[in-house]
C-alpha cells in the first residue's frame, strides 16, 4: 500500500517549514524549485544558526511538469560540488528525469559514531525532503535517497528512524548496517549522544538496495570490525552484507528463509532479491570500497522505478 499524504501532515510542513528556514535560503520563484544552491539553518554543539548548503540540478522541461527527486550523499572527505559533477556525468538519463540533491555533509562528514561532524544529519536531510516536497514541480510522494561509504550509513539511519511518507526507496552503497544500527535483535536509533540505546521498528514500505563488494578493505564483506573506520570505542563493526539485506527484508515484512544462493547472476554481481525485489543486495565479486561504479545507471533506474 502506497503511502497517503494528509492535509494535517502538509500543515505541519509548511510550519517547519517557517520554522526552520532562515532569510538566506534561496526561495523557487514562483514556489518552483530551480537549479541551484540552497541552504538551512541548523544549531548543534558545534556551531550556532549554522547555514548547511545542498546543491540542486533540476532538469529541464515544460512547467507542467512534476519530476521524482534524487538525494545523493557523499563519502567521508567527500563533498557534494564534486559527487554533484561526478553523478551527473556517470548518469545522464537521471540527470534528464530527475531532480538530484546534493547535501554538503559538515567538516565533509556524516555524524553516525565518532565523525568529525557532529551534527543532527537526519534532521538535516529530513528538512530536505520536506522543503522540496512542498514545490510545485516536485513529486511529493517519490523520493529516493541514495549514500556512499559514510554517507550510506546515514541513509541507513535514516531507513530505520525516518517516518516521512515521501521517500520511497533507499540505495546504501558499500556500507551495510553496522552493529550500531543493528544489534542482532533489534534496529536501534543513533539517539543525540551516539550511544544507539533505543529500539526502533523501521516504518515499512519503503524499498531497499544495497551494493556491497567482496575485497572491501574498509567494509568487511562479511562483517565484522573495519580495520579503519573508527567509532566511539575503538573500531567501527559491520553486520555482514547478505545478512544485512535479509534484516532489511524481515524488517519490510518477508517472512521466509534467508537466500543461500542469489536470485540471479550477472558477469561479477550476484543478486540477493527479496520482495519481488523491494529489498535488494548487488554483490560485487572482486570489488573493494569502489563497489558502486560496478552499477550501471540502468540497473539503479530499474530499482527506482519498479512500480511494484
Known amino acids: 500500500m502506497k503511502p497517503t499524504l494528509s492535509a494535517s501532515w502538509l500543515l505541519s510542513v509548511s510550519l517547519v517549514l517557517m520554522a526552520c528556514f532562515s532569510a538566506n535560503a534561496a526561495e523557487p520563484p514562483g514556489g518552483r524549485l530551480s537549479t541551484g544552491e ?152 543513533k539517539g543525540d549522544d551516539n550511544r544507539y540505546q533505543a529500539l526502533v521498528t523501521p516504518r515499512k514500505g519503503t524499498r531497499l538496495m544495497n551494493i556491497s563488494g567482496t575485497e572491501d578493505r574498509l567494509v568487511p564483506y562479511r562483517g565484522g570490525s573495519s580495520p579503519v573506520i573508527p567509532a566511539q570505542n575503538g573500531k567501527l563493526g559491520f553486520v555482514d552484507a547478505e545478512e544485512s539485506v535479509f534484516l532489511w527484508a524481515k524488517a519490510m515484512g518477508y517472512q521466509g528463509e534467508k537466500l543461500k544462493k542469489p536470485s540471479a547472476v550477472v558477469g561479477k554481481l550476484e543478486i540477493f532479491s527479496y520482495l519481488e525485489g523491494a529489498v535488494v543486495h548487488y554483490k560485487v565479486l572482486g570489488e573493494g570500497h569502489g563497489a558502486a561504479s560496478a552499477i550501471h545507471e540502468s540497473n539503479l533506474l530499474s530499482f527506482l522505478e519498479d512500480k511494484r
Not at 532538469?59 to 521524482?68: F, H, L
Not at 517519490?142 to 535514516?158: E, K, W
Open 38 to 189: 540552497y541552504f538551512i539553518n541548523q544549531s548543534w554543539s558545534q556551531e550556532q544558526d549554522f547555514s548547511r548548503s545542498y546543491h540542486v540540478s533540476v532538469p529541464t522541461g515544460p512547467d507542467s511538469q512534476k519530476w521524482p527527486v534524487f538525494i545523493h550523499l557523499h563519502g567521508n572527505g567527500g563533498d557534494a560540488q564534486n559527487s554533484m559533477k561526478g553523478f551527473l556525468d556517470q548518469h545522464p538519463t537521471m540527470a534528464s528525469s530527475y531532480i538530484i540533491v546534493f547535501p554538503q555533509g559538515y567538516r565533509k562528514s556524516w555524524n553516525i559514531s565518532a565523525e568529525q561532524s557532529k551534527a543532527d544529519d537526519r534532521k538535516f536531510i529530513e528538512a530536505i525532503v520536506k522543503r522540496l516536497s512542498v514545490c510545485d514541480n516536485v513529486r511529493r510522494d517519490h523520493f529516493s535517497i541514495m549514500g556512499v561509504s559514510n554517507g550510506a550509513a546515514l541513509v541507513n539511519q535514516l531507513a530505520i528512524e525516518c517516518q516521512l511518507p515521501n521517500i520511497r526507496n533507499y540505495v546504501s552503497a558499500v556500507s551495510p548496517l553496522n552493529k550500531l544500527q543493528h544489534d542482532g535483535r533489534n534496529f536501534k536509533a
